[in-house]
């Protein structure tokens, strides 16, 4: 279903244009770059006008199955400088979602309102299911434990912004490697690329098999640890992960690793003085306050370059960019 919608002959927005955004399987490093290019120019136009008129007149459907604060509402913002409207659903049990209705329903009512639907559910495939019924794009903002592509999308541009490239680099990733589905994202897109990854987490939190495997597959390395400590002093990025609760069967399990890592001023006292630490956030304590003080703590320039990524998808989606 990737790639599935008519684009025009004269392959504008470097093919993003009229395309769903399920997977970051979809983004070629020519396309990684298109986004960034356009990223940095949305930062300037932000900073130097605060807004524009390139989508007004489009309206984008903000439908969430799921809590979010951060991608929800820089979504919207993303929309909103850009001068164009929002749809805002994020609150399905207030819509006919609660009546009932089917996905392929729901998303086939709101195309006939919208130019673009930002889906974010908890089942696995459900954006790829959206784009099956609906004609216009989907973005995906998470499948359930499955990918988050824009998160992964502004992740690595930080990692660009912060380090000057996205090769050639040691990246920890640190917490709930499991559930988490800006991992499962970020290591794919990180692919090829010369990284070599370090896992660390508790066992029953381990990176799934299958992203494992793609990353022996693509000639990459991985190795996997408990201890943080073992991996700090090396890392380019370590990528701090929220231990998600929400997907836990055993609630016992969740309180047996809640609390696992906490990443101090002293654990990062044996880190390079030259990496950065990051977070999709929202975070319950793996990352102490005292922490953000430090340079290196990128997780709220992550969080403003969410904004700057987001315009730039939305704009070459629709055909704008
Ligand atoms: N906000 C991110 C997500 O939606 C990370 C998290 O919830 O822990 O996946």
């Known amino acids: 279903m990737v790639n599935s919608k008519p684009r025009p002959a004269d392959n504008v927005t470097n093919g993003l244009y009229n395309q769903d955004i399920l997977t970051v399987r979809q983004f070629t490093p020519e396309l990684v770059d298109y986004v960034f290019g356009v990223a940095d120019?949305?930062?300037?136009?932000?900073?130097?006008?605060?807004?524009?008129?390139?989508?007004?007149?489009?309206i984008m459907a903000n439908l969430f199955y799921e809590p979010s604060t951060r991608t929800s509402s820089s979504f919207m913002a993303a929309m909103q400088r850009l001068g164009g409207q929002v749809i805002p659903i994020n609150s399905v049990k207030y819509s006919s979602v609660s009546k009932g209705e089917s996905l392929a329903d729901t998303v086939r009512t709101l195309e006939c309102y919208a130019d673009v639907i930002v889906l974010r559910h908890y089942e696995v495939g459900a954006a790829a299911e959206a784009a099956h019924w609906a004609s216009k794009p989907i973005i995906n903002a998470g499948d359930g434990v499955g990918e988050h592509p824009t998160q992964a999308l502004l992740d690595a541009y930080t990692i660009q912004r912060e380090l000057g490239r996205m090769e050639n680099l040691t990246v920890g990733m640190l917490g709930d490697l499991r559930f988490g589905r800006t991992v499962h994202s970020l290591t794919r897109l990180l692919l090829n690329r010369d990284v070599?990854?370090?896992?660390?987490?508790?066992r029953l939190l381990r990176m799934p098999e299958e992203i494992r495997d793609e990353v022996t597959n693509a000639g990459d390395t991985f190795t996997e640890h408990r201890d943080v400590m073992e991996i700090i002093d090396e890392v380019d990025v370590l990528y701090v992960t929220r231990v998600q609760k929400e997907r836990f069967t055993d609630l016992a399990d969740y309180e047996r690793v809640k609390d696992i890592y906490v990443i101090t001023p002293e654990v990062l006292a044996n880190a390079k003085e030259k990496m950065v630490v990051m977070h999709p956030l929202p975070r319950v304590g793996e990352i102490a306050y005292e922490v953000d003080q430090d340079p290196r703590a990128a997780y709220f320039r992550q969080m403003q370059n969410g904004v700057f990524t987001r315009m730039a998808l939305l704009a070459a989606v629709l055909g704008r960019a």
């Open 41 to 58: 120019e949305m930062r300037t136009l932000v900073e130097r006008f605060g807004s524009a008129d390139l989508l007004q007149g489009k």
């Open 196 to 202: 070599t990854f370090r896992f660390v987490s508790p």
